[in-house]
C-alpha cells in the first residue's frame, strides 16, 4: 500500500462547480499535511497547510480526518485558472524533515 | 529575494557522460532537497540535507551523489549517466514548519 494516495483524476468540471479531492495517508504518527498545486510542466508550489480544526484560505477549504487517516481539499467556485494537478502531502515524525507526496489529482476546469 | 534557483534548466546526455546539477536558495533554510519526478511516479526523493556539512538518502539514491557546500546550496550529481536517468528534477528547501519551497526544475534527457 503507498504511504499517501489519491485519486489521480481527471477531474473534468465546469467553471463555477464545486470538487472536492480525498487523500489517504498510511502512517498513523503523520503529524503534518499539506495540499500543493503543480501546474503542467512547473515546480509545485503550496497551496495551503491542513489543520486538525480545519482550514479556509478563500475558495478553498482543508479538512483533516487523523481517525480514518483522510485528508481532503475542497475547492468552490472552480475557476479556468484552477486547472493544475493537486498533491497531498504528509510528513511523519519518525520520518525527519522528509515529506512524501501523492502522485496528484488533475483537475481541468472547463469554461 | 529568487527564492530557489537550478541550473540548468535543460540539459541532454549520451549515456556514461557526467555532469552536475547545481541548487542554490537564498532563503536561509537548513534543510535542503532533491527530488526526480517522471510520469506515473509522482515526486522521489533522492537525497537530502537537514544542514550545512550532512547528506541522507532517500527513496531512490542509486546513480547519484550530493554536495552540501554551504547552506546555500546543494549541489546532485550523476556519475555516469543512464537512460533510466532521464526525468525533471527538483531541488527543495523547507522551513521549519515542514513548508517546501522548490526550484523551477531541470530536464534532463539521457539518450
Known amino acids: 500500500r503507498k504511504e499517501v494516495e489519491q485519486d489521480p483524476g481527471p477531474f473534468n468540471v465546469p467553471e463555477g462547480a464545486t470538487v472536492a479531492f480525498n487523500c489517504t495517508y498510511s502512517?498513523?504518527?503523520?503529524?503534518?499535511f499539506f495540499w500543493y498545486r503543480q501546474d503542467c510542466r512547473k515546480e509545485p508550489k503550496l497551496l495551503m497547510s491542513?489543520?486538525?480544526s480545519g482550514n479556509e484560505d478563500g475558495r478553498f477549504t482543508a479538512q483533516l480526518n487523523r481517525a480514518s487517516q483522510y485528508i481532503s481539499l475542497l475547492i468552490r467556485d472552480s475557476k479556468l485558472s484552477d486547472s493544475a494537478t493537486y498533491l497531498c502531502?504528509?510528513?511523519?515524525?519518525?520520518?525527519?524533515?522528509?515529506?512524501?507526496f501523492g502522485q496528484g489529482t488533475e483537475l481541468s476546469v472547463k469554461p | 529575494n529568487a527564492g530557489v534557483t537550478q541550473t540548468p534548466k535543460f540539459q541532454v546526455l549520451k549515456t556514461g557522460q557526467s555532469m552536475t546539477l547545481q541548487c542554490a536558495q537564498d532563503?536561509?533554510?537548513?534543510?535542503m532537497y532533491w527530488y526526480r519526478q517522471d510520469p506515473g511516479m509522482g515526486l522521489r526523493l533522492i537525497y537530502y540535507?537537514?544542514?550545512?556539512?550532512?547528506?541522507d538518502k532517500g527513496e531512490v539514491p542509486n546513480g547519484y551523489n550530493v554536495s552540501r557546500l554551504n547552506k546555500r546550496e546543494f549541489s546532485l550529481r550523476l556519475e555516469s549517466a543512464a537512460p533510466s536517468q532521464t526525468s525533471v528534477y527538483f531541488c527543495?528547501?523547507?522551513?521549519?514548519?515542514?513548508?517546501?519551497?522548490f526550484g523551477p526544475g531541470t530536464r534532463l534527457t539521457v539518450t
Open positions: 491542513v489543520y486538525s
Open positions: 532563503m536561509n533554510h537548513n534543510s
Open positions: 540535507s537537514a544542514s550545512e556539512g550532512t547528506t
Open positions: 527543495a528547501t523547507t522551513t521549519e514548519g515542514l513548508e517546501q519551497y
Open positions: 502531502v504528509v510528513n511523519s515524525y519518525n520520518q525527519g524533515g522528509k515529506l512524501i
Open positions: 502512517n498513523s504518527a503523520s503529524q503534518s
